[in-house]
Each structure stands twice: as C-alpha cells, then as structure tokens.
C-alpha cells in the first residue's frame, strides 16, 4: 500500500502545483465539500456507537472517498455527467485522501521507536536535498524512498506514509519545449505506477481484505453499531456532509456551482463520494486489532459503499443538458 499512498501523493502533487488545484478560486468549492464530508460522517459513526470507546476508535472510517471507484462510476455513465462536475470530484477526493493521511499519521501511530524516527527525518531530509538540488533522477529518489519505508517500518509511524513524504519531493519540472510526461519526474514516475497500482496493488489489497462472509449474516448483524455506524456514516454522512457544505457556500457566494451542472447532477455526484472502499478498508485494518470488529467494519463499507454507488447512479442516469438559467 505505500505504492499506493505514493501515486496519491504525486496526484495531490500535480493538482496542488499544475492541476485543478492551483489556484485558491479551484480549490474552494472542494476544500469545503471535502472537509465537510469527512466530519460530518465522523459525526454520524460517532453517534450511532454511543458509549463503547473501543468501537469509537474507528470514527475515521466512513470519512474517506475512493476517488478509483467514484470516477469509474462517473466512467460509465460517459455524458450523462459535465466534465466540472468530474473535476469537481476529482479533487474532492484527491483533499479527501490528503485529510486521510494526516488522519492516518495523526491518529493510528503505534508507539515510536526514536533511533528509527530520528533515520526517517534523515531520509526526508535527504530527499529534499535531492529536489532542492534540481536532481531529476527518479532512481535516487526510490533508493532513498525505499530506505525511508524501511526505517518508518521500523519506528511505529505508518510505513504507508512513506509513499507520501516520497511524492511531495519528486520534481515538477520540465524542460522547455520538451514534451511534458518526459521531461517531468513526478508525470514518468505517476504514469508508471498508475497501471501497477490500478491492476496489481489495489486488487491484491481488494481480495486479501475486503472478503467477508455472507453467511448466515441476519438484517440485525447490519443494524450491530459498528457496521451500522460505518454505513450510516459513508450513505448518510457524506452525502449530508458534501451537498450541504457545498449548497451553503454556493449561496453565500463563496464558491459557484460547477459549470453546466444542474444541482440534480450535483447532488448525485454528492452521492457518490459514499464510495469508500479501499481508503475505509485501510482505516478500518488501522483502527481495529480485533478480527471480528474489523469484519464489521469491512461490511459496513460495502453496504455503505454499495448502497452510495447504486443512488448515486440513479440521479445522475438521465442524460445530460446544458441547463437553463432557472435550472441553475
């Protein structure tokens, strides 16, 4: 999973420096859903989990979107969605990872080894070495990222972070005239993991954790609190949590509806941030040492996750039009 915290990284990366993130005006509207849509469903875990602190420790779980899953819904449907409302979700999500490993980082370190800590800050240092020096070579940086792994391995900090701290010092630089994917590290580096982490990584995490048996499953084993509280949180939360900050700063003028979406397609696409599968799963692994509470929490992702899905589709199949100005 560090490849796949590392090609998270390049993307924050690249949308933060070069993308649909660059600017303050870009980043509001979805700053503001994301933070949103990762407290409110927070919220809601909390709430429904009462008074049972070990079940509380996995508050996190529902507050994070699966941007993989989430796009390739907004795939399928091709035209029926503008393409704002995909960038619109685009960096949603990519804010949404960004709140999730600092939530990661934060909140589910182990105890700290300090000679390996102190081996981790010396690693970081070296990379920034590196890009401050205008290194461009993408196997120095691995050398000194697979070392960085190792020793947050070692020092009780998630090693998964490692992937992180690797991209936000990869270069984004290009040479001029040069075509852009050659002549950047960060665009040769992401466009080589993408493939692996889409087709290797993520399925090989997908069916080692996200198995869970069906068996003899009652409809009062999805009411139980903890897998209740993590559907609850994804379905309800996020939806409540991403429209409703969303609608509040878009009629106090803070932020404009995305262009050409009609607040139908917005809500849909509210809808979908649902989708939390394989950053709610990871989460889930993190908060929970006891195997039968993570089952519970791997299947209130799915139903959560799933039931986001299915809604979110649902409003966004009639085909697109470019609105009226009273539609708006």
């Given at each position: 999973?560090?490849?796949?915290?590392?090609?998270?990284g390049l993307?924050?990366k690249?949308?933060?420096?070069d993308?649909e993130?660059?600017?303050w005006s870009?980043?509001?509207?979805?700053?503001i859903?994301?933070?949103?849509?990762?407290a409110v469903?927070a919220l809601?875990?909390?709430?429904?989990?009462?008074?049972?602190?070990?079940?509380?420790?996995?508050w996190?779980?529902?507050?994070?979107t699966?941007?993989a899953f989430?796009?390739?819904?907004?795939?399928?449907?091709?035209?029926?969605?503008?393409a704002?409302l995909?960038?619109?979700l685009?960096a949603?999500?990519?804010?949404?990872?960004?709140?999730?490993?600092?939530i990661?980082?934060?909140?589910?370190t182990?105890?700290l080894?300090?000679?390996?800590?102190?081996?981790?800050?010396?690693?970081?240092?070296v990379?920034?070495l590196?890009?401050r020096?205008?290194?461009?070579s993408?196997?120095l940086?691995?050398i000194?990222?697979?070392a960085l792994?190792?020793?947050?391995?070692?020092?009780?900090v998630?090693?998964?972070?490692?992937?992180?701290?690797?991209?936000m010092?990869i270069p984004?630089r290009r040479?001029?005239g040069?075509?852009?994917d050659?002549a950047?590290?960060?665009?040769?580096?992401?466009h080589g993991?993408?493939p692996w982490?889409a087709?290797?990584?993520?399925?090989?995490?997908?069916?080692a954790?996200a198995?869970?048996?069906?068996a003899?499953?009652?409809?009062a084993?999805?009411?139980a609190?903890?897998?209740?509280?993590?559907?609850?949180?994804?379905?309800l939360?996020k939806?409540?949590?991403?429209?409703?900050a969303?609608?509040?700063?878009?009629?106090?003028?803070?932020?404009d509806l995305?262009?050409?979406a009609t607040?139908?397609?917005?809500?849909?696409?509210?809808v979908?941030c649902?989708?939390?599968?394989?950053m709610?799963?990871?989460?889930?692994?993190s908060a929970?040492?006891?195997?039968?509470?993570q089952?519970?929490a791997?299947l209130?992702?799915l139903?959560?996750s799933?039931?986001s899905?299915?809604?979110?589709?649902?409003?966004?199949?009639?085909?697109?039009r470019?609105p009226?100005?009273e539609?708006r």
């Open positions: 999973m560090a490849l796949f915290f590392l090609l998270v993307e924050i690249r949308e933060m420096l993308g993130l660059a600017t870009r980043r509001a509207l979805p700053c859903a994301a933070a949103a849509g990762m469903p809601v875990y909390v709430a429904v989990q009462g008074q049972d602190s070990t079940a509380l420790h996995g996190a779980i529902p507050a994070a699966d941007i989430a796009l390739g819904v907004l795939a399928l449907l091709g035209s029926r969605v503008p704002s995909k960038i619109f685009t949603l999500a990519i804010i949404d990872d960004l709140g999730a490993v600092v990661i980082a934060v909140f589910y182990a105890n080894t300090p000679w390996a800590l102190a081996a981790s800050c010396g690693a970081v240092a990379l920034i590196l890009n020096t205008k290194t461009t993408l196997v940086y691995l000194v990222g697979a792994w190792w020793f947050m391995l070692q020092s009780g998630h090693a998964t972070l490692s992937g992180v701290a690797l991209a010092t984004l040479t001029p040069a075509v852009e050659v950047s590290p960060l665009h040769r580096l992401e993991l993408q982490v087709f290797v990584v993520v399925p090989i995490f997908g069916f954790n198995g869970v048996s069906f003899g499953t009652s409809f084993a999805l009411l609190p903890i897998p209740l509280g993590v559907a609850a949180g994804l379905f939360g939806q409540i949590g991403v429209f409703g969303s609608w509040l700063a878009i009629r106090l003028n803070i932020a995305p262009a050409r607040w139908r397609q917005f809500y849909g696409v509210s979908l649902g989708l939390g599968f394989t709610s799963l990871f989460i889930g692994l929970f040492s006891s195997p039968g509470q089952e519970a791997k209130g992702v139903v959560g799933g039931l899905a299915l809604v979110g589709a649902a409003f966004l199949m009639r085909r697109y470019a009226r100005q539609d």
